[in-house]
């Protein structure tokens, strides 16, 4: 009996696993319509002194299990930390956590996550970190993923913009469309 909270977690951990699993897969059958055409990315928009910018490529990720937190023991969310990176013409790494819950066999979760990313894009250095906010309702999914106002470093300072996550085949790439304050 003093094993019920341990086999309690370690379920819960599988469960949103496969909560997390059926997003992905949500994400594989609806983001290739979300695949629409753009510009391509030496294409260089100028307006109001912002540039204008479109960023695609391919990305690696790593997603493993954290233990509860003093926030979530108790609770039915997850903790994920991610490790991620980057290629094309975003050639970076990130770190982050992700906190997910929800019900994969009614259709229903959710997840939240925050990572920074450091590297190069488009030949300018700095980091910068990224804020998801995901839902699946009725098998209905809905993701925004922006860029964090201010977190921007380096060459990088200044940077706003959102990124599109596409998975199809098992493999995930981003579409990433961005401004930047125009040099002086």
């Known amino acids: 009996m003093n094993n019920l909270p341990q086999i309690h977690a370690s379920g819960r951990t599988r469960i949103c696993a496969r909560?997390?699993?059926?997003?992905?897969?949500?994400?594989?059958?609806?983001f290739p319509v979300l695949a629409h055409s753009q510009a391509p990315p030496s294409t260089l928009l100028r307006k109001d002194a912002v540039m204008t910018r479109h960023a695609e490529g391919p990305f690696?990720?790593?997603?493993?299990?954290?233990?509860?937190?003093?926030?979530?023991?108790?609770?039915?969310?997850?903790?994920y930390a991610l490790d991620k990176h980057f290629h094309g013409d975003l050639e970076a790494a990130s770190k982050g956590e992700m906190m997910g819950a929800g019900e994969l066999a009614k259709g229903t979760a959710g997840y939240v996550a925050i990572e920074q990313v450091t590297g190069t894009l488009h030949g300018l250095?700095?980091?910068?970190?990224?804020?998801?906010?995901?839902?699946?309702?009725?098998?209905?999914?809905?993701?925004?993923?922006?860029?964090?106002?201010?977190?921007?470093?380096?060459?990088?300072?200044?940077?706003?913009?959102?990124?599109?996550?596409?998975?199809?085949?098992?493999?995930?790439?981003y579409s990433f469309d961005y401004t930047l304050p125009a040099a002086p």
């Open 125 to 173: 250095t700095g980091s910068f970190a990224l804020q998801h906010n995901s839902t699946m309702d009725n098998g209905k999914y809905q993701m925004s993923v922006a860029v964090v106002p201010g977190s921007g470093t380096g060459e990088l300072a200044g940077i706003a913009g959102t990124m599109t996550i596409i998975i199809a085949n098992g493999k995930h790439s």
């Open 60 to 79: 690696d990720v790593k997603v493993t299990p954290l233990p509860p937190d003093d926030a979530t023991t108790g609770t039915a969310i997850d903790r």
């Open 19 to 30: 909560v997390l699993a059926g997003i992905c897969l949500v994400c594989s059958l609806g």
